[in-house]
Nanobody, 125 residues
Framework: EVQLVESGGGLVQAGGSLQLSCATS????????LGWFRQAPGKEREAVAC???????FYSDSVKDRFTISRDNVKNTVYLQMNGLKLVDTAVYSC???????????????????WGEGILVTVSS
């Protein structure tokens, strides 16, 4: 059974940091690109960051100077380190796995093969 389980969310003050983790199982982790998406209340879901199976990276313009995605192919875990958090970062964050290459541009939610259920990050003033 394929599983992607996010952890590390919660409440953090603006300017603070938080690290999300996504522990996975049930698929060949090393063969997949891994992405983080988020959806804020009343807004469309957006791609935040993605790392390909070869380590190629994507960041949305709004987070590229503040967030870092990384993968651990031994632990089958993907991380999203979030620094300098802003109120607008408040959202449900979901990890995903699929096939992605930098030439594709931003990863698309519907093109991913597997998804976690999401975890809430709330940034307070």
């Amino acid at each position: 059974e394929v599983q992607l389980v996010e952890s590390g969310g919660g409440l953090v003050q603006a300017g603070g940091s938080l690290q999300l983790s996504c522990a996975t199982s049930g698929f060949t982790f090393d063969d997949y690109a891994l992405g983080w998406f988020r959806q804020a209340p009343g807004k469309e879901r957006e791609a935040v960051a993605c790392v390909s199976a070869d380590g190629d990276l994507f960041y949305s313009d709004s987070v590229k100077d503040r967030f870092t995605i990384s993968r651990d192919n031994v632990k089958n875990t993907v991380y999203l380190q979030m620094n300098g958090l802003k109120l607008v970062d408040t959202a449900v964050y979901s990890c995903s796995a699929g096939f992605w290459l930098p030439s594709y541009g931003a990863p698309e939610w519907d093109s991913m093969d597997y998804w976690g259920e999401g975890i809430l990050v709330t940034v307070s003033s």
